[in-house]
């Protein structure tokens, strides 16, 4: 599946380009959500999910990059989220963040940065709904893909087994290296400039279709 993230909308025409993408073809739609305290920029709160989750009715996929988060995971599943991940590296105790967001009726995902051992997850396995691996540092979009993801997928992926969680895969996705996530283990792939580069609403289809086409070349 292909997540375009809206982090590289014009958010000039914010409504009108997650309108757009949801006609070019995305599976799902990832909302880059950053504080300027856990990672250096700032993007949106949840005042920006609420505008746009009358838009579509593709998964709202909200990655959260903010420190803490806790007090504001309520606030974000009301705003219409689907999937509510938090960073590892962001939260004094995960397994109750994850609870608190199962328990707020949304699949809960956990986001680890590249420094961050997948082992890390090991002993939260039961309360995870997804893993998103960062292929790039969180805080911007257009960076180059980080190759040794690759093998953090492929162990996400052994340590996931049959558990039913989903494994995404977020910085740097194109059409080149989409092959060799996918078969690294990645199913949902996050797409921010790859898709939005130019904010031209008929260049969103052929890329859209492009990197999905790649990624099933490998399966
Ligand atoms: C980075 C964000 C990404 C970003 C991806 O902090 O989490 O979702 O928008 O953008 P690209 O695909 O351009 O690397
Ligand atoms: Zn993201």
Known sequence: MIAPSVLSADFSRLGEEVMAIDRAGCDWIHVDVMDGHFVPNI???????????????????????????????ADFAN?????ISIHIEACKHLHLSLQTIRGLGKKAGVVLNPATPVSMLENVMDHVDLILIMSVNPGWGG??????????????????????????????????????????????LVAGSSVYKGNDPATYAPRIKAIRDAALSAL
């Open 143 to 188: 960076q180059k893909f980080i190759p040794e993801s690759l093998e953090k997928l492929r162990q996400a992926k052994k340590l996931i087994g049959n558990r039913n969680i989903v494994l995404e895969i977020d910085g740097g996705v194109t059409a080149e290296n989409a092959a060799g996530i996918a078969a690294a283990g990645a199913s949902v």
């Open 43 to 73: 993007s949106f709160g949840p005042l920006i999910v609420k505008a746009i989750r009358p838009l579509t009715q593709k998964t709202l996929d909200v990655h959260l990059m903010i420190e803490p988060a806790d007090p504001y995971l």
């Open 79 to 83: 705003a219409g989220a689907d999937v």
